[in-house]
């Protein structure tokens, strides 16, 4: 776990910007953390995986929008494929997406049934294209939100997958 009080020991004593890190995933959490330690900026890291509106909504606390303030989570995604098909072959981007799908699926009802679905399918062509179907359908649908206390619970604290 992140040590906020060593950190913050660290800015009130350091003529260099400093920018704390660790265990920030909620947007509460970055502004908290932001103001209670005198940080000049925090990073969030599996905050975001969890939750990739975590950006949006510090905006929103902080009082400003963002441009994507209106996206939901399937046009989030689909910028997401884009962005790994210019990088990697079709087969990799299966297997990333699969990986990014599941964890941003964490704490949606019917998350578990979802995944099941996702790792069913192979590292071919067809099999990235029957994940991106499947992810169409789970996350384009009326309603889909994440419990807002499951992002308050412990999240890849042994890493990241």
């Known amino acids: 776990f992140a040590d906020w009080d060593l950190i913050q020991k660290i800015k009130e004593s350091s ?3 400093i920018i704390g890190n660790g265990d920030i995933l909620t947007a509460e959490q970055a502004i908290r953390r932001l103001k209670e330690s005198g940080c000049d900026a925090v990073m969030i890291g599996r905050g975001a995986l969890r939750d990739p ?3 949006r909504d510090i905006a929103r606390l902080e009082g400003r929008e963002l441009i994507s303030a209106n996206w939901t989570y399937w046009p989030m ?3 997401h494929i884009q962005l790994l098909r ?3 072959p079709d087969f990799y981007v299966g297997i990333q997406l699969r990986k990014f799908l599941t964890w941003y699926s964490a704490g949606i009802e019917g998350a578990s049934q979802f995944r099941k679905h996702l790792y069913e399918q192979e590292n071919t062509e067809s099999g990235t294209q029957r994940v ?3 992810g169409r ?3 384009d649908r009326p309603g889909v939100e994440k419990q807002s206390s499951f992002l308050k619970d412990p999240f890849l604290q042994g890493g990241h997958g």
């Open 15 to 17: 003529p260099v910007p």
């Open 53 to 55: 509106f975590i950006f």
């Open 77 to 79: 995604i689909e910028r």
């Open 86 to 88: 210019q990088s990697f």
């Open 132 to 134: 991106i179907e499947l």
């Open 137 to 139: 359908a789970f996350f």
